[in-house]
């Protein structure tokens, strides 16, 4: 019910922002080659400045705010931040690659307040492209399967240079097995550029599909199109009711456009959030950043977008060139 009620209240005004990404370590202790969101040397983020912007996306009216990096569970006190979130109200949610995962340490996450958790695992053994590998992490899934009372999603992949796509399918059954529910993405490659999948990867991703349809994850049917190579015909609402802080405290508008707006967070206004609303981005039709699709379909009945945004024309292909954060 308390969930259900923080998506009414998403739903009901597109004034404030539904979900934010906040970053409150950029250090990762994995480099997949694919990723761009990492380094291995940054400092986490001080405890006061994170809780500081939190407070910020709940005084804006943010339902749902998610830790990412990097690796969230590197920060030291990532249980006092979880804890800051729920005192203010929103859901708590987490990305971690399970790495650090113990039964010590998802029980302080129980405490603390956990609302949802995601796991990416990438292949079944480790290769050169990700050693997020279920061979690696499958005692860690059982570990929350039995100690976690959080919900746990697991998001499987095809593409960006993933070797077997089959990869996907035994990690997407092992997630159901175990209890959890499980989704499949679509990524780029270790470049940033963004391309259609093979006949074989298109495969394993509509299989997959079928396992989603279990649960809430069928939602994300915008990456039928992308699977074929095709444009989304949506409304991106990133910078408004997405939004995704970086360590700096900037904000920007999803993970893969990091510098627009570039706004500082402290000084972001509902006049700033009407703006970004209404503001049209062309990378929004090859766009994969789930997050940001689940979040427009609350809007995508209102309000044509009628300005502009910062971000320079994309190629007319399905081929979108991404910043690196290196």
Known sequence: MREFR???????????????????????????????????V????????????INKLADLGTS?????????????????????MRHRGVLACMITNGYLLMPDRIEKLNQAGLDHMQISIDNVMPDDVSKKSLKVLDKKLQMLAEYADFHV?????VGGGIHNPNDALVVGRRALELGFSATVGIIHDGDGQLRPLGDRER???HEMKALENRNFAQLN??????????????????????MYICEDGLVHYCSQQRGYPGT???????????????SEKPCAPYCTVSCVHYVSYFDF???????????????????????SAK
Not at 153 to 157: D, G, L, Q, R
Not at 313 to 318: E, G, H, V
Request: hydrophobic residues 35%; contains cysteine.
């Open 301 to 323: 009945f209102r309000s044509p977008q009628t300005l502009k945004s910062g971000i320079p024309d994309q190629p007319a292909q399905p081929l979108v060139k991404i910043q």
């Open 153 to 157: 999603n697991i998001n499987s992949v």
């Open 203 to 205: 495969a394993v991703y």
């Open 264 to 278: 500082p967070l402290e000084q972001y206004t509902r006049q700033d959030i009407r703006r970004e609303y209404l």
């Open 221 to 242: 049917y915008f990456q039928d199109a992308i699977a074929q190579g095709k444009p989304n015909d949506w409304r991106c609402r990133a910078g408004a009711r997405y």
């Open 64 to 84: 749902i705010i998610t830790l990412s990096g990097g690796e969230p569970m590197l920060h030291p006190d990532l249980d006092d931040i979880i804890a800051a």
């Open 6 to 40: 923080l998506i009414a209240h998403g739903a009901l005004s597109t004034r404030h922002p539904i979900m934010a990404h906040i970053i409150p370590i950029r250090r990762c202790n994995l480099s997949c080659t694919y990723c761009n969101e990492y380094d291995d």
């Open 42 to 53: 940054s400092a986490p983020v001080p405890t006061d400045v994170v809780i500081r912007r």
